[in-house]
């Protein structure tokens, strides 16, 4: 699939079957299946989809994010940054440590999924949201967040990405 897929959709694929949560197979199994594939079509696109991939990315959406953000030409960010204030661990999606910038996307399972509801009403869970992000924004300099209305609509990333300071150096090229 990475050999045919687009390079986004290729890049959200591989991290999750490489996902440190739940891996399916690891990068030197995906690439000793690509080799033994020889000089497939597409197999130098897959090759740069799996230099690309991660196995910290979180969601598709994540993926997403990180391809539009390499694109953009925002810094890398370093994935599930860890800060711990307030007697409590928070993960951030992006951390930009020379910025000080918390990126996050936001789905909505963590406010509509049984899962992670944990016996608390909505109510509950958007107060505790409120809480923690009002702890996190204390400790950075910047805060950014965004939800798939954003990533299927570019422009808005960049643009709450720029408004909250973080520098960008110009369009990059996605490898094709």
Not at 37 to 61: C, I, M, P, Y
Not at 103 to 109: K, T, V
Request: neutral net charge; proline residues 5%.
């Amino acid at each position: 699939m990475a050999c045919l897929l687009p390079f986004t959709e290729g890049v959200a694929l591989v991290d999750a079957v490489r996902s440190r949560r739940r891996p399916i197979l690891t990068l030197d199994q995906l690439s000793a299946a690509l080799d033994a594939l020889g000089n497939r079509h597409g197999a130098e696109k897959a090759s740069r989809v799996f230099a690309f991939s991660t196995d910290l990315s979180d969601s598709v959406q994540e993926s997403r994010s990180r391809v539009l953000i390499y694109e953009f030409g925002f810094p890398c960010p370093v994935l599930q940054y860890e800060l711990v204030c307030d007697g409590r661990r928070y993960l951030a999606d992006f951390w930009w440590p020379v910025q000080r910038h918390w990126g996050e996307f936001d789905g909505l399972g963590k406010y509509l999924s049984a899962e992670f509801q944990a016996g608390r009403t909505p109510d509950q869970i958007v107060v505790a949201e409120k809480r923690r992000e009002d702890a996190i924004r204390r400790n950075v300099a910047a805060f950014s967040r965004w939800d798939v209305r954003d990533l299927n609509d570019p422009a808005r990333l960049y643009r709450i990405l720029t408004e909250a300071g973080l520098p960008c150096e110009g369009r990059r090229m996605l490898p094709s």
